[in-house]
């Protein structure tokens, strides 16, 4: 797609995108994972235009379903983590990212699975818009943490949410469906906005809540990440790395 058919927005996501690409998914990388998104598929895109001879003998392990359909619709090799427990690089968008690259993720329900592929990689990369980058989390995305949770306790499991932090805790319920959404793995959704509080130090509410029985896994992603790429509303990107450096690229 040319620059001219692009918002805005959508140039600076894709440079945010490619640069991502460019940095971090180099000729040796063999094994990549590929996460969900609206930034993701211009991901995929900039790799497919590191040429045939670049892909031929790597493997690309998808997420979810968007990132899986993405994989096969581009002639890419399509992989899964049980053969391939250590992934190169993955690249991932997220809900929200704090000024220390924590991040939320699991707005798709699918938050288990993006974990694991995070915790595979021996790097981890972020991609999203400026909406995405905020100094604490619980700022711009408003649902809160999702907390996938097996339905037999998530009774027990929202009660017990709402004494410790997050009073308005709700079970995500489907949309043109009667009933509450259920994840690839046949366990359900509570979307826990948690106060500031909770926020400024979100890998104590992690293992807070990672703890209560039922909890199958929780939608924060602490320490993980190497880098965040933003596009911003300027076509400009933000990039914010770990060591606390950040760098803007300005629009082309």
């Known amino acids: ?17 490619y640069t991502a690409v460019d940095q971090h998914v ?15 598929p211009y991901v995929v895109d900039r790799i497919i235009q590191q040429g045939v001879a670049a892909n031929k003998d790597r493997i690309f392990v998808p997420t979810g ?30 809900d929200e990212v704090d000024q220390n690259l924590n991040c939320i993720k699991g707005g798709g329900a699918c938050h288990l699975r993006e974990k ?9 990369i972020v991609v999203a818009d400026y909406r995405k980058n905020s100094q604490f989390l619980g700022t711009n995305y408003d649902p809160g943490v999702p907390v996938e949770v097996v339905p037999f306790a998530y009774g027990k499991v929202l009660s017990k949410l709402k004494t410790i932090g997050a009073p308005d805790a709700a079970l995500r319920m489907a949309v043109k469906k009667a009933g509450p959404v259920v994840t690839d793995n046949g366990n359900f959704v509570i979307d826990a906005p948690f106060s500031r509080e909770h926020m400024i ?30 596009g911003n509303a300027d076509g400009s990107v933000t990039i914010k790395r770990n060591d606390g450096s950040v760098e803007e690229l300005a629009a082309p």
Do not use: W
């Open 1 to 17: 797609m040319s620059n001219s058919t692009l918002s805005v927005i959508e140039a600076s996501k894709r440079l945010a995108a």
């Open 26 to 40: 180099k000729p040796e990388h063999r094994i990549i994972g590929i996460g969900s998104g609206s930034t993701v």
């Open 65 to 94: 379903f968007q990132s899986r359909e993405l994989i096969v619709s581009a002639g890419l090799t399509l992989g899964d983590v049980d053969q391939h427990p250590t992934i190169d690089v993955t690249i991932d968008g997220a």
């Open 116 to 124: 694991v592929i995070a915790e595979a990689a021996l790097t981890f």
């Open 201 to 230: 130090n979100p890998s104590e509410t992690l293992k807070q809540v990672k703890l209560l029985t039922g909890v199958v896994e929780v939608g924060l992603f602490c320490d993980m990440a190497k880098a965040a790429y933003f």
